[in-house]
């Protein structure tokens, strides 16, 4: 049995569903698509509609593709996963930092049984969204969404999915739109708290 993880943001909460694979088999796969296209340099990249290209932005490890009014109407941004050195350098970055130090001043405090605890997320991972961002993804995401209500889908795989993972949480507690993030093969992000 395969599955794909899919986590849907609302505001400051998260909730995160399994969901198994087929359950929207034709969603799934075009997602999976689009993790895909994140990794092709020259190919033309399309849309599911007509006339539909994605935005592309690049920072210095990743690369991000922004759908307009893709699949149901939501924005869908793809990020593509580990290709190059550069890439693997990033994955092993693995030191947690907290999530509280960030350019934009977002926090991602969980609270635990006893008291506030920093969530710590993947140092590498943080860094690349922060590159991600530098570049003008959050702008791009703005622009292509007509109405935050109509949600964002992320997706990505491996490095990619993680990238993914930390956005959708900011884009849900600092712009307040209803993200889902669907990932392949992404690899763990944060601690405990975190998750």
């Avoid at 959708?168 to 763990?188: C, D, M, N, S």
């Amino acid at each position: 049995r395969r599955t794909r993880r899919a986590h849907t943001y609302r505001k400051a909460m998260a909730v995160q569903h399994h969901y198994e694979l087929g359950a929207s088999l034709d969603e799934d796969l075009q997602l999976l698509a689009r993790a895909e296209q994140a990794y092709e340099e020259n190919a033309q990249v399309e849309g599911l509609r007509a006339n539909s290209l994605p935005s592309d932005v690049r920072g210095p490890v990743s690369r991000a593709l922004v759908w307009a009014n893709d699949l149901g109407g939501r924005t869908v941004v793809a990020l593509r996963g580990t290709k190059t050195e550069q890439d693997m350098a990033v994955d092993r970055e693995i030191t947690l930092v907290p999530r509280d130090t960030s350019d934009d001043g977002f926090v991602a405090s969980v609270a635990s049984a006893c008291a506030m605890v920093p969530a710590r997320v993947h140092a590498g991972f943080a860094q690349a969204l922060v590159n991600l961002k530098a570049a003008g993804l959050t702008e791009q995401i703005l622009s292509a969404s007509s109405t935050r209500h109509a949600g964002v889908i992320l997706t990505g795989h491996s490095l990619g999915g993680a990238i993914a993972t930390l956005l959708g949480l900011e884009l849900a507690r600092k712009h307040g739109f209803l993200v889902t993030v669907v990932t392949w093969g992404a690899p763990q992000v944060g601690d405990g708290v975190f998750a």
